[in-house]
């Protein structure tokens, strides 16, 4: 409710919602009774406020002794060793996690039609109850040789593979179910393209990581991904200053996904346990006392707000073609060398050229232009290309050129 009323508030328009902690954190599939004592009602604030749910989830049976649904838990796990729902090794005993994330945790078994319509069952309910779609979080669990799946694969043979068995049976149960959601995807292998939407995982605050993004997301798209997005100014630790964070905000507006997205207290990062880390830009304007984060991140919002229509257009397209939304310009100009050579611009779909800029202090960068005639989003100036130019941004801007229609 809170953060339904400062999107109110502010007139920062979104169109989603993904509630991570919203489950018992044991089965993951029941709502935290105390954070959320009317479910049906959350859910019905969220959609009358004009967005769609998404769920956290991840792919185990958690190794976990004292929780409020430890008998459901404790029941949960007994049925799915004995109807072999879980993961094994080759000498039949059910494979755990080794000293990882979720460590000594069970993984349930995609490959096994009956495991997964287990699964599902006990997580219809939140379809019924207006979820839309899935944060399908971790899937990187499968290390040991010796792990025998339902298909006949190994641990060998499936490592990789796994993640994408996970994402896809909850892609199935969506479409099965009549859903027109997504799944929102961290892990994946070559064909992960095949489920909706990703993500870049957890980063710190830090202009060495939001460089990092900008080139993570064009070798996404490279690597077959249509829709790939980061959170905002980091997700842990030290909150970003006012100049990360709004370039990070210009660099989100122009990427396939604008979210935002923090670390919790008391998460996996230390240092922050009693700090709120709300990457939100009315949060962050009031811990860096600097009005200029709220009132540039929502001019962000409303202008990304206005790039829907061809955003839905363009990805329409790449849907169709198979292309990535945030393209590498070599895949539009690949008789261009220079085009091959730059690492720090891409294609936001066919017409709009975007060149972030990720240095701290810097105020322009050279953006360079390949065939055709270029028209400065902003100040509407035209280019000729096949040139390399200088475009200066200050914080409220980010160099994005639309290509002219000849």
């Not at 100036?381 to 200066?392: A, C, D, K, L, N």
Request: a negative charge; aromatic letters at 12%.
């Amino acid at each position: 409710n809170t953060q339904l009323k400062a999107l109110r508030d502010y007139d920062y328009p979104a169109s989603v919602m993904v509630l991570e902690q919203w489950s018992d954190e044991q089965t993951f599939y029941r709502w935290h009774e105390e954070h959320f004592p009317n479910p049906k009602q959350t859910v019905k604030a969220i959609r009358d406020a004009g967005l769609r749910l998404l769920l956290w989830q991840i792919p185990v049976l958690k190794h976990d002794d004292e929780h409020p649904h430890a008998a459901v838990h404790d029941a949960d796990i007994a049925e799915a060793i004995q109807k072999g729902f879980v993961i094994r090794r080759a000498d039949g005993s059910p494979y755990r996690i080794n000293d990882r994330w979720f460590a000594k945790s069970l993984l349930p078994d995609f490959t096994n039609p009956e495991a997964c319509a287990w699964w599902f069952e006990k997580r219809k309910y939140l379809l019924e109850m207006g979820v839309e779609g899935f944060k399908t979080d971790g899937g990187e669990f499968l290390f040991e040789e010796d792990a025998r799946l339902h298909n006949g694969m190994s641990g060998l043979e499936a490592h990789n593979l796994y993640p994408g068995q996970y994402i896809a049976a909850y892609w199935d149960f969506l479409r099965d179910n009549g859903v027109k959601g997504l799944t929102f995807s961290r892990a994946g292998y070559a064909g992960a393209q095949a489920q909706p939407a990703h993500w870049a995982g957890d980063q710190v605050s830090t202009f060495s990581e939001l460089q990092a993004q900008l080139k993570a997301g064009i070798s996404a798209g490279l690597s077959g991904i249509l829709f790939w997005g980061f959170d905002i100014g980091g997700f842990a630790g030290p909150i970003p200053d006012a100049e990360l964070y709004l370039r990070a905000t210009a660099l989100a507006c122009f990427s396939p996904i604008m979210q935002c997205h923090a670390e919790p207290r008391g998460g996996q990062y230390g240092g922050m346990k009693e700090e709120n880390n709300d990457r939100s830009p009315w949060n962050l304007a009031e811990r860096l006392n600097d009005p200029q984060v709220l009132s540039l991140g929502v001019q962000y919002a409303k202008l990304r707000e206005s790039l829907r229509p061809y955003l839905w257009q363009e990805a329409r397209y790449c849907v169709k073609e198979g292309r990535p939304l945030m393209a590498h310009l070599c895949l539009d100009f690949p008789e261009d060398q220079n085009a091959w050579q730059v690492d720090d611009q891409f294609m936001l779909g066919r017409e709009l050229l975007v060149a972030p800029i990720v240095e701290a202090g810097k105020t322009s960068r050279p953006v360079y232009l390949p065939r055709g005639t270029w028209r400065n989003y902003f100040t509407k100036e035209q280019f000729s290309g096949e040139q390399t130019i200088r475009v200066t941004a200050l914080l409220d801007t980010i160099p994005v050129f639309k290509k002219v229609e000849q």
